[in-house]
């Protein structure tokens, strides 16, 4: 197996992406929050989830492995936030660069990253230099995308985000190729009940909440065809319909009653998704443990902080491919079509 140290792991996402592929395993993982460090403990069950602040841990702590994977915190760089950077006061901007502290201490074959699309743009453009500087420094050969579920993970959400792939080995570089989109298939219909009752905590009614809001979703959705169903985003004071049939990009506040929150007309009302539904978003199976000891807002957290699996899945099959796992690949892709055809 191909091995990985994984940071600032939420629930998993990114290893499950590459796990899927049958030739990467998390031996590492490190996330502050203990939330969603149970969760990830929940399905990685060999895996112990280091909690401890990335700061306080020393590169000799953590084993030597061939990929370092880090999502690092994107608040400081979304649209969502206040886009301060390097500069966020939360100090959330510079954790990237306890990445490259343990980068340069391990030099990995691989790093990957992921973050939100505006980080190419923040400060002009500055803040995604440093970043391609300090990989310049340590001698990695780099290379970016920004990627959208949509059109390569086969997901009906609108989700943009960058991707860095950087190698060590000039050969592995040059073996590398990014994935190619691939057609949509999925629906909403696929990843949201529209048929079932859910629990009445998710339902919008008249009163419920303070202000407008249940009669401006009454009259946004009057003429929806739940047969063709779309999702609807509750804008803080307007509602607002995704016209391109999917569900809008998923926040870390979704289920909270606030701004972004996305919204179904189902059989019986109108209600907001509920977390197993975001995490369907997700690209997340059916059978990934969702803590039942959990709030649904810590969910939701969970969901909207996460990636999306089908995308990292394929960006892990390239790289398979390009340090020379290819036949790992082609076997296992083998092994699910015939699975596939017996079902």
Request: aromatic share 12%; hydrophobic share 35%; net charge negative.
């Amino acid at each position: 197996m191909t091995t990985i140290a994984s940071f600032f792991a939420g629930v998993g996402g990114i290893d499950l992406g590459f796990s899927q592929t049958g030739v990467f395993e998390t031996i590492y993982a490190n996330e502050f929050d203990k939330y969603p460090a149970q969760t990830l403990e929940m399905n990685f069950p060999n895996l112990k989830v280091d909690i401890r602040d990335i700061h306080d841990v020393k590169s000799e702590e953590i084993p030597d492995t061939d990929i370092i994977v880090g999502g690092f915190p994107c608040q400081a760089f979304s649209i969502a936030g206040y886009r301060q950077g390097f500069d966020d006061v939360k100090g959330r901007g510079e954790l990237f660069f306890e990445l490259i502290r343990i980068i340069e201490a391990h030099r990995p074959r691989v790093a990957f990253f992921e973050n939100v699309k505006n980080l190419v743009s923040h400060d002009n453009g500055n803040t995604f230099r440093v970043i391609c500087e300090q990989l310049d420094i340590l001698g990695y050969h780099y290379t970016f995308q920004v990627l959208n579920a949509m059109n390569y993970g086969d997901m009906a959400q609108n989700r943009e985000r960058i991707y860095i792939v950087a190698f060590r080995d000039s050969e592995d570089y040059a073996r590398f190729h990014w994935p190619l989109p691939i057609t949509l298939n999925t629906t909403v219909r696929d990843i949201i009940d529209f048929d079932n009752p859910k629990d009445e905590k998710y339902y919008y009614t008249p009163g419920k909440y303070k202000g407008d809001i249940y009669e401006q979703l009454v009259l946004a959705t009057q003429d929806e065809d739940i047969n063709n169903p779309s999702v609807f985003q509750w804008r803080r004071k307007y509602v607002r319909k995704n016209k391109s049939g999917v569900v809008p990009t998923l926040t870390a506040n979704q289920g909270e009653g606030g701004h972004n929150v996305c919204i179904v007309k189902v059989k019986d009302g109108i209600r907001k998704m509920t977390p197993r539904e975001c995490f369907n978003t997700q690209g997340f199976p059916d059978d990934y443990i969702l803590p039942t000891n959990q709030s649904d807002a810590k969910l939701y957290k969970q969901a909207g902080n996460s990636v999306c699996v089908p995308v990292i899945r394929r960006i892990a099959e390239s790289i398979a491919e390009a340090i020379g796992e290819k036949d790992i690949i082609i076997a296992k892709n083998n092994i699910d079509q015939v699975i596939s055809n017996q079902a």
